[in-house]
């Protein structure tokens, strides 16, 4: 049994408590969505403020007068962004969204040949990364219903590993999975499945929009080719903030598919030669002027995450999502629901994956009653209590508002169908 007087004990101890009054939290409001979108932090905004006043101070010359001058700033946040990553610097750059990052590594990496066509991706996924991939098979004049493996889930909400790598065959040329998937949070052994599909002579792209922030990788020890993320997510850069990819070196001096003017060396670039001569770092993977805009306010939240240390932030999240799950159990057993997340650590992302038949409106509930949860159709409850800013009893709070909902039938007030965003 676990009471309100365990929760607060465990907050106390807490060794992030910190840095809960860093971030712009609503009074009388639990946020559970930061796997959607973080919160604003005090530091991102001032990171953003400083760009602004740059802006207005230094006119054209912020490019290299600004604080964190601009020219350089995709390589800056590549490099604040790689101990995330488990990857040397040179590896990783902020740049474009996870769609155009995933359309400017196909279009680079993805060169089928006679043989060797295929990507194995999965039924689960979200649905932008197949529609790029599937886009650019297309480019290719390849039919996806021929060429693009979706691996099938046998629960609707989990992959095994084992599906995943009875398919690895020698006609494959790509492996396209997230680390964490959107809806379960179910996470993948990156490290198998990379180390199974280089046996078969396949690169292997991983989609991290649900771990970077909340898990920590070794892309560079498991020896993962590509990577691409958001920042918007658990790394709190706000809304379109501005996304990375990963390449591993040995790719690297590979001539960009979608080439711009920003995947040149930098010292060559305003030659403003019509010959490119591409970064030999993965900065030439960039495609046009980089949106400092959107890239500052990451300025300041990777700052946190630097100090804090993703070793903690993890120990910190699996307390919280497994304080989640036992409450759950505890309380709320009776009333219809189920957890779809794995059990275990090593396979649990950031979130807790909640199934109930009447998840919309049982969300619009939480809503009115101060809980921020996000809901996916048709029957899922995302609950993210982000390291950074949730607190222990914020759970407890959480699944007593839930046990209250559906003891009360407070949500039968309202429909059960999706609003516009969900
Ligand atoms: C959030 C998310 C996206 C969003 O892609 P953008 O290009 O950043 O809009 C894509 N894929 C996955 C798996 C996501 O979770």
């Known amino acids: 049994m676990i009471t309100l007087d365990d929760v607060r004990k465990w907050d106390e101890h807490d060794e992030l408590k910190e840095y809960k009054q860093e971030f712009f939290l609503k009074?009388?409001?639990?946020?559970?969505?930061?796997?959607?979108l973080g919160l604003l932090s005090r530091r991102s905004e001032a990171a953003l403020h400083q760009s602004l006043d740059d802006w207005r101070e230094h006119g054209i010359e912020g490019w290299t007068q600004a604080a964190e001058p601009w020219y350089y700033m995709s390589e800056k946040l590549g490099q604040m962004t790689a101990p995330l990553l488990g990857a040397s610097p040179d590896q990783v750059i902020n740049t474009g969204s996870i769609t155009t990052n995933l359309h400017q590594l196909l279009a680079t990496f993805y060169t089928p040949e006679k043989g060797r066509t295929k990507i194995i991706g999965d039924e689960l996924n979200f649905p932008s990364d197949i529609y790029a991939l599937k886009s650019q098979m297309a480019l290719h004049h390849l039919d996806p219903d021929e060429h693009f493996i979706p691996i099938e889930s046998s629960d609707g909400y989990t992959l095994k590993e084992?599906?995943?790598?009875?398919?690895?065959?020698?006609?494959?040329?790509?492996?396209?999975?997230?680390?964490?998937?959107?809806?379960?949070?179910?996470?993948?052994?990156?490290?198998?499945?990379?180390?199974?599909?280089?046996?078969?002579g396949i690169l292997v792209l991983f989609d991290l929009a649900h771990s970077i922030g909340a898990v920590p990788h070794q892309l560079d020890e498991w020896e993962v080719d590509f990577a691409v993320w958001?920042?918007?997510?658990?790394?709190?850069?706000?809304?379109?903030?501005?996304?990375?990819?990963?390449?591993?070196?040995?790719?690297?001096?590979?001539?960009?598919?979608?080439?711009?003017?920003?995947?040149?060396?930098?010292?060559?670039?305003?030659?403003?030669?019509?010959?490119?001569t591409p970064s030999s770092n993965a900065g030439a993977f960039q495609i046009g002027t980089?949106?400092?805009?959107?890239?500052?306010?990451?300025?300041?939240?990777?700052e946190m995450f630097l100090e804090a240390g993703i070793g903690n932030?993890?120990?910190?999240?699996?307390?919280?999502t497994q304080l989640f799950m036992d409450l759950i159990h505890q309380e709320l057993e009776d009333f219809g629901f189920n957890i779809r997340n794995p059990l275990e650590n090593e396979r649990r992302g950031g979130h807790v994956c909640l199934v109930h038949e009447e998840a919309a409106r049982i969300c619009?509930?939480?809503?009115?009653?101060?809980?921020?949860?996000?809901?996916?159709?048709?029957?899922?409850?995302r609950l993210a209590p982000v390291a950074f800013y949730t607190s222990y009893e914020d759970v407890y709070e959480v699944v007593r508002i839930l046990k209250e909902i559906v003891q009360e039938?407070?949500?039968?007030s309202f429909k059960n169908e999706r609003d516009i965003i969900a």
């Open 313 to 320: 932030i993890r120990k910190k999240s699996l307390q919280l």
């Open 27 to 36: 009074d009388a409001t639990i946020y559970m969505d930061g796997n959607s």
């Open 409 to 412: 039938e407070k949500h039968k």
């Open 162 to 200: 084992e599906d995943i790598i009875a398919h690895m065959k020698e006609d494959v040329a790509l492996l396209l999975l997230p680390s964490v998937l959107y809806r379960s949070g179910q996470l993948l052994d990156m490290k198998i499945l990379t180390k199974e599909a280089h046996k078969h």
């Open 230 to 276: 958001c920042t918007y997510k658990y790394l709190n850069s706000g809304p379109g903030g501005t996304g990375g990819l990963y390449v591993n070196r040995r790719h690297l001096g590979t001539h960009p598919g979608l080439a711009g003017w920003f995947s040149s060396d930098k010292e060559k670039q305003f030659d403003m030669n019509h010959e490119l």
């Open 290 to 302: 980089p949106h400092i805009l959107s890239s500052a306010p990451l300025l300041g939240s990777l």
């Open 364 to 381: 619009k509930a939480l809503k009115s009653e101060g809980v921020v949860p996000d809901y996916r159709s048709p029957n899922v409850i």
